[in-house]
């Protein structure tokens, strides 16, 4: 194999971990979206997460009758209710968001969808404030009923979920976009190269590979002393491949 050849292969693993782990986390987020609307009976719910190069805050993903529409739609920096739950890091909630001037109601024009009330909830991490966790409306027909403030309160609690899942994808997401931008920065001709890209993937040594980074997903999400635990017998296994390539 040519030193072409393993950068290549190096930016593929690069790649395909990112998107054998982020996966599973965008369907946690999606799942507790949905567990928590229905909870609070609200028609629509989303997150939204800074992109730190504009500051705008984008919907990662979103549930209800424009789901499809509003994922990766922008709120421009500063602007909207959820700007102002992101720079201010309040929850609020409000019966009629027609009487609320900071409303940026852009998107409801984009999607075709009327926004009446809403509950904005901030998501925080490791006391960083990483997005926004939004519910709209109510199941049913209007005039809607206003969120409540235990409703406010069982908010913060799934906010809380949502955060740690965010965290982890938008850490994962770095590591893929990496990969990403390492193929970007090279003069390839994909046309030449995809079937050498195949043979790769197909491989069992790849194949092993990847179940083995979701393996350790997997068991890393099972608590502390399973992270730790799978660090010390990652850490022995290196040791000793160590090891035994100096005796032989």
Known sequence: MTKFEEKLKYILETIDIGNAMTEPLTESIRKVLEISSARLKADGSSVLVLDANTND???LMATGKV??????????????IAGFVFSSGQ?????????????????????????QIMLATPLRYDER??????????????????????????????????ASLVNT?????IFRNLGEKMISQEKIDISEIRDWLRSIRTSNEYREMIELAVL???LSKQGEEERQLCKELLQLTLDYSK???LLF
Do not use: H
């Not at 994808?169 to 997401?173: A, G």
């Open 57 to 59: 805050l984008y919907f």
């Open 67 to 80: 789901a499809d529409k509003i994922t990766g739609m922008r709120i421009p920096a500063g602007r909207g």
């Open 91 to 115: 929850q609020i909630a409000i019966s009629d968001v027609s009487n609320e001037a900071s409303f940026y109601d852009e998107i409801d024009k984009k999607t075709g969808y009327t926004t």
């Open 129 to 162: 404030i990483i997005g926004v966790l939004e519910y709209v409306n109510r199941v049913g027909e209007p005039p809607y009923m206003p969120f409540t403030s235990e409703e406010m309160d069982e908010a913060a609690i799934f906010a809380e979920i949502i």
């Open 169 to 173: 994808y938008e850490s994962v997401k």
């Open 216 to 218: 350790v997903k997997e």
């Open 243 to 245: 090891k035994k390539t």
